[in-house]
């Protein structure tokens, strides 16, 4: 049970990590969205005829969604498939995902998280009940007089019951710790400076194509 805890505090903190950046990530390219295109707003009035409406167009063919569009295909939709590439989920992991899944538009994030909710964590809520009904075993034997636990009994159920559990979540780590290291090259706070720095042209270059489409 203590490999177990361990395992899954080492999970959980690089799945915590790994969400709080690329929410930071989504988070700082929206800000600069917004920060251009009240910029181009401004300056392209008058060259361009761009109007304050059309910052409030986010219906097919709007000057948003044509803007967000180019920054999830240019910024966001190439790093989540490099992170799915560098991450490599095993084949069954995959497997489990429905049929008529696009893989491309399904983040591995999302993926990791499906498999610790509907695999690993129901073993580890299993063990942890089969576990504390050994411990309540063990007090209630304790308090009948002239009677001894049963040490040796208990150091083979205990390690049997967690087995799978363990297994479980020793099969997670190589890819958490491969998105551990994808976090660090590519999601570091310099990497998401250069891609915010990029994405200040991707939406200026974006407003020019949507007004001369």
Known sequence: SEQCAVRRKE??????????RWREL????HATEEEVLKHSCEALKEPLGLQSSDLEKWTEGGLRRKVRGRLES????PLAARMR??????????????????EASCHVLDDIAECWE??????LLAAGVADAKIERRARRRAKIPGSAP?????????PAIWSKALRALEALMPPILRLA??????VSASAMDSLVSAAQAIVSRAVCDWRFQ
Do not use: H, M, N
């Open 11 to 20: 999970i959980q903190a690089v799945l915590r990590r790994a969400d709080d």
């Open 26 to 29: 989504e988070g700082r390219l």
């Open 74 to 77: 240019l910024i966001l939709a």
């Open 85 to 102: 590439q560098q991450v490599c989920l095993s084949s069954e992991t995959s497997s489990q995902l429905p049929a008529d899944t696009d």
């Open 118 to 123: 509907d695999e690993v964590e129901p073993l």
């Open 150 to 158: 049963d040490l040796k009994v208990e150091a083979q159920e205990r």
């Open 181 to 186: 290291g994808f976090l660090e090259a590519e």
